[in-house]
């Protein structure tokens, strides 16, 4: 399989709890970018990294939250504490150097009960 | 990057082309348009872009007009599944901007 792949592809999780989210994108891709969406929004930029740097991070990116991209492969996105608020699908997405085109995996759908 | 407006629904008749409007009247010269689509439940899939000339591939094309203020995306034979929310992005950064974009329903 040659496309972004998520991991896990849903999550229920008690509020106040951790979870970790996992993005493998393209292999040859350095850019990856995360996103959230909730219902019926536009998928809302969360953070950027190019190969093991992390770029960007928007303001939506509490300090609860926190991104990783060792080596500059895959991709981990860690909330803590969870809170109902931060239910919504995770979005990760990979670009080549070019940039043209990005290509998104199939998202990560977070619900906080 | 540039704002863009686009309506928030549309219907089509399969078979026929559909053309979907975008706005993006405060674009800047090295901004490019980008189109994706999101069906129910999947991520967001690229479509096209495009600077200033118009483009075609295999799924679409892109009608940027001269002043680039507003761009077209067309659907030449819209099939019931091209039913998805389509997004315009005007970005010359490495982010794209999602607005809620165009639901469009293609009837049988």
């Known amino acids: 399989d040659t496309g972004v792949s998520q991991n896990p592809r849903h999550k229920i999780t008690k509020r106040g709890q951790n979870v970790t989210f996992r993005c493998d994108p393209i292999s040859e ?35 609860r939250f926190s991104a990783e991209r060792p080596k500059g492969s895959f991709s981990t996105l860690e909330i803590q504490r969870t809170e109902q608020g931060d239910s919504a699908m995770y979005l990760c997405a990979s670009l080549n150097g070019m940039g043209t085109e990005a290509f998104f995996g199939q998202g990560t759908r977070l619900t906080v009960v | 990057d540039a704002k863009t407006t686009q309506p928030p629904s549309m219907d089509c008749a399969e078979g026929r082309a559909a053309n979907l409007p975008c706005n993006h009247s405060t674009i800047s010269g090295n901004e490019y348009v980008y189109w994706y689509r999101q069906i129910h439940s999947q991520g967001p899939q690229y479509i096209i872009h495009g600077l200033k000339n118009n483009e075609t591939n295999e799924m679409a094309s892109l009608i940027i007009t001269e002043d680039r203020k507003s761009s077209t995306l067309i659907l030449p034979h819209a099939t019931l599944r091209d039913t998805a929310v389509y997004y315009c992005i005007a970005s010359g950064t490495y982010k794209y901007i999602f607005g809620t974009g165009t639901r469009l329903k293609v009837l049988a």
Request: hydrophobic residues 30%; without cysteine; glycine residues 6%.
């Open chain 1, 29 to 63: 891709h350095n850019r990856l970018y995360w996103y959230r969406q909730t219902l019926g929004q536009g998928p809302e930029f969360l953070t950027y990294f190019q190969n093991e740097a992390q770029l960007e991070k928007s303001r939506l990116l509490s300090d």
